[in-house]
Nanobody, 118 residues
Framework: QVQLVESGGGLVQPGGSLRLSCAASGFTFRSYTMNWYRQAPGKERELVAT????????NYADSVKGRFTISRDNAKNTVYLQMNSLNTEDTAVYYC???????????WGQGTQVTVSS
């Protein structure tokens, strides 16, 4: 049974930091591209960060470049999103996503709420 379980969300003040975690099970984690998406109220889901298969490379949305860092621990089947210098526009539900080669299989986590507010 495939599971993606996010954790680490919460309320943080502008300028603060959070680290999200996504624990994966039920598939060959290291061979999947891992993504973090987010969806703010009234907006479409947005791709935030990507760690390609086997951790070969990473990519980021322009809105988070230089502030967010995606990393993965293939031994722990976990992907992380370190978020620094948070601002109110980062408020959203953050989702972990796993995609196999050619997107044949795609899995989603349940999401974790991140709220940036003073």
């Amino acid at each position: 049974q495939v599971q993606l379980v996010e954790s680490g969300g919460g309320l943080v003040q502008p300028g603060g930091s959070l680290r999200l975690s996504c624990a994966a099970s039920g598939f060959t984690f290291r061979s999947y591209t891992m993504n973090w998406y987010r969806q703010a109220p009234g907006k479409e889901r947005e791709l935030v960060a990507t760690s390609t298969r086997f951790g070969i490379s990473t990519n980021y949305a322009d809105s988070v470049k230089g502030r967010f860092t995606i990393s993965r621990d293939n031994a722990k089947n976990t992907v992380y999103l370190q978020m620094n210098s948070l601002n109110t526009e980062d408020t959203a539900v953050y989702y972990c996503n796993a995609a196999s080669y050619s997107n044949i299989q795609i899995y989603w986590g349940q999401g974790t709420q991140v709220t940036v507010s003073s």
